[in-house]
Structures are given as C-alpha cells and as structure tokens.
C-alpha cells in the first residue's frame, strides 16, 4: 500500500520537497512531488530527517469495532428478496414500481397510499414478501459500492420490447455482473406495435447473456408494466430467484442494516428510511450509523403506518437519528449510549481530518509522528 505523497510527507515534516525529493535520491529512489510512497520508504525518508513514523489505520480499526457477530445456522430463518429494478431511461422502472405497489396495496388499509420512502415491501397474495428499493438503481449500487455494503440480492432489468439495448441497460447489467446480483430480464411494453422481444434476446446473447426463453440460465418476463400484464408472473420469478438464493437472517437478534435515505423534516427532525438486513430493530433501539446516532422514537411503515418493529429485509422510516446519514451507510445497534457517541463522534473526526487533508495535503490518520 501506498500511503501519502512526497509533498504531503513534506508538508508533514515541514520540510521542503525537494529536500525530500534530494533524500530520497540520496538512498537511491527516484520520486516526484505527487508520486505516493510506501511505508517502507517513508520510514526511510522520515528516519533521515530525524522522525519515527506510526502508522494508524483508522478506518480499520472503527471496522474492527463494527465487526458483527456471525450467526448460528440453528437461528437462521429464510428472509424475503431484497430486489432493485433498473435500464435505460424510459424503459419503464417507474411504471413497473408503481404498478406493483398499487397492484398490492391492502384494500381499506388506512393510509393505504404508500409514502415515497426509497424502499416498499409488498405482500403477496400466497402470503411471500418481496421488498423493492425504489432508488435510482445505478445509484444503489454506487453507493454500495462505496461503502461495501450490499443492498440488494437480485436486479430486475427492464427493457423496452419497442426498443434494444442501450447505454443504460449495459451499465446496470455491468453493475449487477460486477456485484454478483443475479439478474431477470423484464422485457417491457409488449402492448406496444413494434414490440419485439426476440430482437431484445437476440442482443443479450451478442453480450453472453442467454435468456430461459433462449435456453439459458437467465430467467425473463415479458410484460407491460403500463397494463399490468405479465407481472404477477415477473413477480413468480423474482420468488423463484429468492428460492434459489436461499435467503436467510436471524430475526432475533439486534439489527444491522443500510441506510436507504435521509432527510432532516422541519416538524420531525431527521427522517431516515433504513433496510433492515438482518435482526430487528425496535422501537427505543440505540442506532449508529456513520457519525450519527440516536434512539428510535418512532418508526413507520411505507404505508405511513406507525410500527413497533422491523425485521429482515423490511424496510422503515425512523425518527431520532441526530443527523442524516449518507445512503449505503450501514447501521448498527448498540446498548451503551456512551459508546455509541464516542463511535459516531471519532467518525466525525476522521471525516473532519479527510476534509483537511483534501484541502491542506496533510494527513493526521495515515501517519502519525513523534520527534
Ligand atoms: P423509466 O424512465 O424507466 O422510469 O420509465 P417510465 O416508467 O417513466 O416510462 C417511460 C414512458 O414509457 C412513460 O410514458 C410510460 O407511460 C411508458 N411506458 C412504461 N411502461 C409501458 C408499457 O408497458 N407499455 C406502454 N405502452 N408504455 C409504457
Ligand atoms: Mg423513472
């Protein structure tokens, strides 16, 4: 690993760089002002000039703090799919999202209406649950990406039969491969004239990808997401993807999960939509996710439904959290207040040494000194 660069080590010592640049030729290295050194020759260079060098991860060491418990395989119990539909722009995710959950929404329920909350889990009617993160798919997965966690277990990839493979179908088909989500081709607007699905499959096996209707493993619904046609069926497939996974949390334990999104709500503070991954979060639980924490003072369904709890896979909205942490952030449960706020607060302090050291080139986190 290479740690910082010859100007930040300068900067560090308060020395010049080219005095560093001239040590380091001394020894027999050739470097330049943005090149980044290794630990070994950082200590090298340091060492000339009179400095011992520490090295502090930090992130590792608050990740070792957030190491979490395996569970036992007597405690696991089958959870439902947490799914993310993406493609093209105007290949029809909003209308296949707003299809599926009007389509389920409990008859007479009050506040039946679901709230627009990044995330909604529907019932189905053989009584099996499936939770969609309505968030810009490539978004999901960039901010998983960026933060390592993974949200979602299968990627629906809406194509529009009236159209082909575009830009925006093969970035979400290269997020999905890349993160190891499985797939299901929706092949969408079949009403339409022009429609023609087998154009569609024929250029997924140009790209390696052989649909079920072409004898592959990929499994693929057409549909119209504006009729509702087919869907119950798409809905089938994403249950059998689920089956396949084998899914499964321990609901009896405390939660860890993700953050959907988070906003601060002029009558009721933040308000953070959460995925719960595993666990279940009550009502009164301490939560930390990144430099924030609080305790839960009330948490709702998509349906604005007040809950006391929430279990794997299910997503809330939460009141209490004293800041909005970013979308991806995990989050976890803790017992002892004090710690909680010493984790979030040291968070925070990294975070305010990462914005230093983008601004001023000095890093307090990488490398520590002592004369
Ligand atoms: P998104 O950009 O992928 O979210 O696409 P939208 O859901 O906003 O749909 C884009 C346009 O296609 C809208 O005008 C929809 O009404 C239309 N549309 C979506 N699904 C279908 C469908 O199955 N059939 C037809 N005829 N139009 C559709
Ligand atoms: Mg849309």
């Keep these: 690993t290479e740690f910082i660069s ?58 070792m703090e957030e190491e979490i418990e395996e569970d036992d395989a007597e405690d696991l119990q089958s959870r439902s799919p947490i799914v993310t539909i993406m493609g093209h722009v105007d290949h029809g995710k909003t209308s296949l999202l707003d299809y599926i959950r009007k389509a389920n ?19 189905l009617p053989n009584g099996k649950d499936i939770t969609f ?35 925006q ?10 993160a190891n989500v499985p797939m299901i081709f929706a092949v969408n607007k079949i009403d339409k004239d022009g429609a023609n699905p087998q154009k569609i499959y024929e250029q997924l096996a140009g790209m390696n990808i052989l649909v079920e209707a072409w004898g592959g493993k990929f499994q693929n619904q057409e549909i119209s997401a504006k009729q509702g046609l087919n ?16 899914l499964k949390a321990n609901p009896d334990r405390e939660a860890t999960g993700s953050i959907i999104e988070a906003s601060l709500d002029k009558g009721r503070g933040y308000v953070t939509t959460i995925l719960v991954q595993n666990g279940t979060l009550q009502t009164g639980d301490l939560v930390v996710s990144g430099q924030h924490y609080g305790r839960v003072k009330a948490m ?13 896979s299910a997503p809330a909205v939460i009141l209490g959290l004293n800041g909005a942490p970013q979308a991806g952030e995990k989050f976890k449960v803790y ?37």
């Design 335 to 371: 017992h002892d207040e004090a710690e909680a706020k010493d984790i979030a607060n040291r968070r925070a302090q990294i975070l305010r040494e990462q914005g230093m050291r983008a601004k001023k080139h000095i890093t307090l986190d990488e490398i520590g000194r002592r004369l």
């Design 133 to 167: 993160l309505d968030t810009p798919g490539h978004e999901a997965f960039t901010a998983m990406r960026a933060r390592g966690a993974k949200i979602t277990d299968i990627a629906v990839i809406v194509i529009a039969a009236d159209d082909a493979i575009m830009p």
């Design 231 to 246: 869907v119950d069926l798409l809905l089938e497939k994403i249950l059998l993807e689920a089956e396949l996974l084998d």
């Design 6 to 63: 010859v100007s930040e080590l300068a900067n560090l010592m308060d020395v010049s760089f080219a005095e560093v640049i001239s040590k380091c030729m001394g020894l027999g290295i050739m470097v330049s002002i943005n090149q980044r050194l290794d630990a070994e020759v950082i200590e090298l260079v340091a060492s000339e000039f009179g400095f011992d060098v520490e090295f502090i991860d930090m992130e590792k060491q608050l990740e």
């Design 105 to 123: 929404v409990v008859a007479g329920e009050a506040g039946g209406i679901t709230q627009h909350i990044g995330a909604y889990q529907v019932n």
């Design 300 to 312: 709702f369904n998509e349906r604005n439904k007040r809950i006391d709890e929430a279990g794997p």
């Design 169 to 178: 179908t093969r970035e979400a088909i290269s997020h999905a491969q890349a």
